[in-house]
Each structure stands twice: as C-alpha cells, then as structure tokens.
Nanobody, 115 residues
C-alpha cells in the first residue's frame, strides 16, 4: 500500500512562484514514475509533469519553461517548482505514483493564482 501526501498549495499572484511537495510512503518499488496532475473545476484531470525513477521528465506544453519537476529518491519525495504562474494554472494539483501497473493518488492541494 502507498500513501501520497501533497503540500505547498496556496494563493499566489500572477507571476509568482510556488513549490509543491509530495511525500510517498509505504511499499515503494525502486522502479516507478511519479508526477503531478491538475484538475480545474469542470475540466478533466490533466498531466502536468512526470519523472521516472531514472530521472526522465515529461511536461505538458502549457507548463514547459515555467515548471520544473524533481525528486529525492532517498525520501520518495517529488517536487514541482512553479514559476511565472498564470491564472489558468489555478487547479487542484494531485500527486501520482505508478509502479508495476498500479496507480496511487494523493488527496490534492489547491493552487489559486489571482490576476
């Protein structure tokens, strides 16, 4: 069993920055993929960024150049550094872990970007 706990969300003005953290605990396999997804009201949940245990990253086009995903394998923690935030980034951000074909989700943390 895996538990994911997100933190770092909040209210920020457009152009500002936030850093989200997600700490994974439980039965974490060495080989896995962690990432961030977001869901705005009335919209589908969408991928923001992922990072493999080998360090390979993938970003949504909408956040490339602004967001950076990283991980600390020693603590099974994934981070999302969000810079140059825009109002359209407003959403609940969810942490996700995938291992051996099984997906786990955190409860989400709300990011609100005001204009």
């Amino acid at each position: 069993q895996v538990q994911l706990v997100e933190s770092g969300g909040g209210l920020v003005q457009a152009g500002g920055s936030l850093r989200l953290s997600c700490a994974a605990s439980g039965s974490i396999f060495r080989r896995n993929v962690m990432g961030w997804y977001r869901q705005a009201p009335g919209k589908q949940r969408e991928l923001v960024a992922t990072i493999t245990s080998g360090g390979s990253t993938n970003y949504a086009d909408s956040v490339k150049g602004r967001f950076t995903i990283s991980r600390d394998s020693a603590t099974n923690t994934v981070y999302l550094q969000m810079n140059s935030l825009k109002p359209e980034d407003t959403a609940v951000y969810y942490c996700k872990l995938e291992q051996v074909g099984v997906y786990y989700w955190g409860k989400g943390t709300l990011v609100t970007v005001s204009s």
